[in-house]
């Protein structure tokens, strides 16, 4: 058997399973700070025994390339605590008998929309979270894109929407996407979390305008042959056909990928798209 391990802002999945991505045996919890979370997730693992690989699946930034200083590591997260953390040392540590593999919780989560979700077939997808962050995953070839680091999608520099004077929140950026666009940023500007906001409110069209701008960066630069957006976020009613409608207005007809029906779309597996993609990650 192998493990995977998901770390998100929030919440934690270990779990058990095989190299196709099937969950044999799960267990979520928050995530709290990196040696208490990763105590917890390697005492479950020992409970069921030593697996033979571990794929982890982590929220950013993150060193996942092994020629690079900090492999494994957390970078410069604005998570308190976490920066600079070596996953890949603790795991070492706990399993020194098991094959690491580790990527971001988006990328694995694209692997595993394309393998067994809504972009089954799709060898060039992008798979977009709004949460607690902004993030995307993206697949080439029906692998994860690497460079220097792996995409920052959230950071990308957008235009403001008319007469928006929101400063941001990013503590990097302050009015990068995910500054003016994450969970966090629709409770800072509108006093309410988004899952409180009813589908009229007009913080759905400003999220959509901003989203749409994103991805219209995305298409002139990856060229994903489909979009996939999940994340708590993207549950409102009509989001999806909201952003696609914006990215129409603003493409000025010049990207023909988007006139497919399913360019935009949800994502298959849901909050189980990461774990599924840790397995195949360790599977791989």
Request: hydrophobic letters at 45%; aromatic letters at 8%; proline letters at 8%.
């Amino acid at each position: 058997m192998i493990a995977g391990i998901e770390l998100g802002g929030t919440k934690t999945v270990v779990a058990y399973g095989d190299p196709d991505g099937r969950v044999a045996a799960e267990w979520r919890f928050p995530t709290t700070d990196p040696h208490e979370t990763l105590a917890r997730a390697v005492a479950w693992l020992a409970e069921k025994g030593c697996p033979e690989a571990i794929g982890i699946a982590s929220f950013g930034p993150l060193g996942i390339s092994p020629d690079r200083p900090g492999y494994g590591q957390l970078l410069a997260t604005p998570k308190p605590g976490w920066s600079g953390f070596s996953l890949t040392e603790a795991l070492a540590t706990a399993f020194p008998r098991a094959r690491l593999s580790i990527d971001t919780d988006v990328n694995a989560a694209a692997l595993a929309e394309a393998r067994l979700g809504a972009g089954l077939g799709v060898e060039n997808l992008a798979y977009i979270t709004i949460g607690t962050g902004i993030g995307a995953g993206i697949l080439n070839k029906g692998r994860p894109l690497h460079g220097a680091t792996h995409p920052e999608f959230g950071h990308l520099k957008i235009p403001r929407a008319p007469g928006d004077a929101f400063r941001g929140i990013c503590p990097f950026h302050r009015d990068c996407l995910e500054g003016m666009a994450s969970g966090p940023a629709i409770l800072a500007r509108w006093g309410h979390a988004a899952a409180e906001l009813p589908a009229e409110h007009p913080a759905w069209e400003l999220e959509a305008w901003y989203l749409a701008h994103g991805i219209l960066a995305l298409l002139a630069v990856a060229s994903p042959a489909r979009i996939l957006i999940g994340g708590g976020v993207s549950q409102a009613d009509g989001f999806h056909a909201m952003t696609a409608q914006h990215l129409s207005q603003i493409a000025g007809g010049y990207f023909p990928a988007i006139d497919a029906p399913d360019f935009i779309a949800p994502p298959a597996l849901g909050q189980q798209a990461g774990i599924h993609g840790a397995l195949l990650l360790a599977g791989s």
